[in-house]
């Protein structure tokens, strides 16, 4: 994020970067959460609680594409982008710290 921040450098941009990122971790948390109540339960609810979070990410970006197009104090770009980087930066860190296989 420090990385992107010195790339984009406008205001727009860096709020971009901030909204992004905010909600992939958003999306990330909710989607972790929902996994873990998940396990331990019949392997079908685990199914549905997967797929709900994918369902979850990608109603997510689609929200921000729709909420950023057009929007003169946003970066559509920066916005979109930060959100798909930090999204899987949390599957590497989040998900895979909480949901490790034992």
């Known amino acids: ?44 609810i ?7 979070g994918m369902v979850l990410r990608a109603g997510v970006l689609a929200a921000l594409a729709v909420w950023g197009y057009g929007r003169e ?7 979109l982008l930060s959100y798909v980087f930090a999204l899987l930066a949390l599957l590497l860190t989040l998900e895979m710290r909480h949901l490790k296989i034992q």
Do not use: D, N, Q, Y
């Open 46 to 52: 685990f199914w549905w609680a997967f797929g709900g």
């Open 73 to 79: 104090s946003v970066s559509f770009e920066a916005l």
């Open 1 to 44: 994020m420090l990385a992107a921040g010195r790339i984009w450098s406008s205001e727009a941009e860096r709020k971009s970067l901030l909204i992004g990122t905010a909600a992939a971790w958003a999306a990330s948390s909710v989607s972790v959460a929902w996994l873990l109540w998940a396990r331990g339960r019949p392997m079908k």
